[in-house]
């Protein structure tokens, strides 16, 4: 009986988001609403949050399906540049996106730059860094810990700091 109106809960609380991500169940759904909607942490990301995340620059967010930046632990996605994110691209605790460096000159302002393009079907690993202009092809793995400075290419998987291709897939 407690499944059965927790599933009903989750399913019509899912309902008050734009873009809905298959990989939650009707629990998370439920705690992403408590806290983007009723107590207003990210509530105006049209995408489930997590409450220990924080996504800045939303209007210059585009997403794929299956895809909800700032979802897991602890992220951190800056979008002052813009950053387009392709279908099913999952990303571990405490990965942080950031497409704007600041101004040398004037650290409160931040330099105009190329955004971050990430392909369909990619996995970004725990507290993996992906910085300014980097673009990532489809069917990518960047391993936990990685430090992405560079482009990397489809079909590969990538690690270390900076961050570099160690296997074709």
Not at 26 to 39: C, E, M, P, R, T
Not at 50 to 79: D, E, L, M, R
Not at 154 to 169: D, E, F, H, Q, Y
């Amino acid at each position: 009986m407690v499944k059965k109106i927790l599933q009903l809960l989750g399913n019509l609380l899912s309902r008050f988001y734009k873009y809905k991500d298959d990989h939650f169940d009707d629990v998370h759904y439920i705690s992403f609403f408590f806290w983007q909607k009723i107590l207003r942490m990210n509530s105006k990301v049209p995408w489930p949050v997590h409450f220990t995340s924080y996504v800045t620059g939303i209007k210059n967010i585009k997403i794929g399906k299956k895809c909800s930046p700032g979802s897991n632990i602890g992220q951190y996605i800056q979008a002052i540049n813009g950053i387009t994110l392709g279908d099913n691209v999952l990303m571990g605790p405490g990965s942080k996106i950031i497409s704007a460096n600041h101004d040398p000159k004037d650290f409160t302002k931040h330099t105009e730059g190329k955004p971050i393009i990430i392909g369909s079907n990619v996995w970004i690993g725990a507290d993996a860094i992906i910085l300014a202009g980097v673009t990532i092809g489809d069917n990518v793995v960047i391993g936990a810990g990685s430090i992405v400075t560079r482009d990397l290419p489809s079909n590969s998987v990538a690690v270390g700091n900076p961050c570099r291709v160690i296997k074709r897939l």
